[in-house]
């Protein structure tokens, strides 16, 4: 079952501060989207007025009105929630700010998925005494939330598992690692189980521990092929060596 493609996306429309004097007196408005389904229903729209970091007042699409938070903001709030006209504007700004805004970024952003590149690797044998550890590792994926599981046997396993948090590549990319640790068995299947918006089933890589030997096969033989030539090398240098010796310079 795969992840849903949207949990929650929090939009700051609009910052703006200005300052009042040298000594630091700021008036700061702050307009936010917040919601956190795909179709926009539960769609909240706050505005808010601050002053040197306080809260004055709030306007919360859900009351509909704003709340004054001191006494300034009380009396400012009363005044505002009279105005009906201005009221029907800051009302609709559910619609024409965020719910528009949230159209245009979830076409462009949001619905954009990429599929991770997964690998399974050895990352400490077992020497007998301690278990082997593997790693699970997912790069390159978009967004943010996936699941990683590791599997015994097609069974999921939840001991002995560690795992990183989601890591932003600074790219729009995430990456994330997991770690098991396990001792070795006779016939055991072990398999890294990643879940993510990219794809409707769950993406399954088996760990093969002949690839690790194959690997090692290739080091072999291309250490003896580096010791051949050297041995090739060295005698060559012997032959010409006793050739030179064997001449006889005649002077002119």
């Known amino acids: ?111 954009k998925t990429e599929k991770p590149n997964i690998k399974v690797s050895s990352v400490k044998e077992s020497d007998g005494k301690h278990p082997a550890v593997l790693m699970c590792s997912a790069y390159r994926f978009y967004p943010q939330k996936i699941k990683v599981t590791w599997l015994k046997n097609n069974v999921p396993e939840t001991t002995d598992v560690t795992s990183t948090e989601e890591m932003p590549n600074g790219d729009w ?3 994330i690692h997991s770690h098991l640790e396990y001792t ?7 398999s890294c189980m990643v879940e993510h918006a990219s794809s409707t089933q769950p993406m399954i890589v088996d760990w093969n521990p002949a690839i ?7 080091i072999a033989i291309g250490a003896s092929a580096l010791v051949l030539g050297i041995i090739i090398a060295a005698a060559g240098l012997i032959y010409y060596k006793k050739k030179s010796a064997g001449r006889i310079l005649v002077p002119h």
């Open 184 to 190: 070795p068995k006779s016939g055991e299947k072990i």
């Open 1 to 111: 079952m795969s992840l849903p493609k949207l949990l929650s996306f929090h939009l700051i429309i609009l910052l703006s501060a200005f300052t009042g004097a040298a000594n630091g007196y700021y008036h700061s408005t702050l307009n936010e989207c917040i919601y956190s389904s795909s179709d926009h229903s539960d769609m909240v729209y706050i505005q808010g007025y601050y002053y040197n970091k306080f809260m004055d007042i709030q306007f919360n699409s859900t009351l509909g009105e704003f709340v004054g938070f001191t006494e300034y903001g009380v009396r400012t709030a009363e005044s505002w929630n009279k105005d009906t006209a201005y009221m029907q504007q800051v009302r609709e700004e559910v619609n024409r700010v965020c719910k528009y805004n949230a159209e245009l970024l979830d076409s462009a952003v949001r619905d």
């Open 173 to 175: 990319y995430y990456q």
């Open 212 to 218: 690790k030997e194959s690997e090692r096969n290739k």
